[in-house]
């Protein structure tokens, strides 16, 4: 019983900035961690960013040093800072949180946003 809400997306200029949200809801124990993915028309879904409950961070290669995972555990919610897009950045972004349901049962569930549409171009 877990929803995940996103926004932010929308249409930029190359070498832009963008911020999406991802703020999770519901009932559950914890969230083991949240990571953005994104899909190409015509392309496989990639890993952007994930980011675990202690706050450890890892990219994919091709955005290192451009963007930045970030969460506000008080609020269930995990950011994208998208900073110098480039066209190859347009895609669906999808927020994704692996979440333990009950305090006493171990057992992870993976859950996805419906997707935010992020368009880079001039």
């Known amino acids: 019983q877990v929803q995940l809400v996103e926004s932010g997306g929308g249409l930029v200029q190359p070498g832009g900035s963008l911020r999406l949200s991802c703020e999770a809801s519901g009932r559950f124990f914890s969230i083991n961690a949240m990571g953005w993915y994104r899909q190409a028309p015509g392309k496989q879904r990639e890993l952007v960013a994930v980011i675990t409950s202690g706050d450890m961070p890892n990219y994919a290669d091709s955005v290192k040093g451009r963007f930045t995972i970030s969460r506000d555990s008080a609020k269930n919610t995990v950011y994208l800072q998208m900073n110098s897009l480039k066209p190859e950045d347009t895609a669906v972004y999808y927020c994704?949180?692996?979440?333990?349901?009950?305090?006493?049962?171990?057992?992870?569930?993976?859950?996805w946003g419906q997707g935010t549409q992020v368009t880079v171009s001039s």
């Open positions: 994704n949180a692996a979440v333990q349901l009950r305090f006493d049962t171990y057992n992870i569930n993976n859950y």
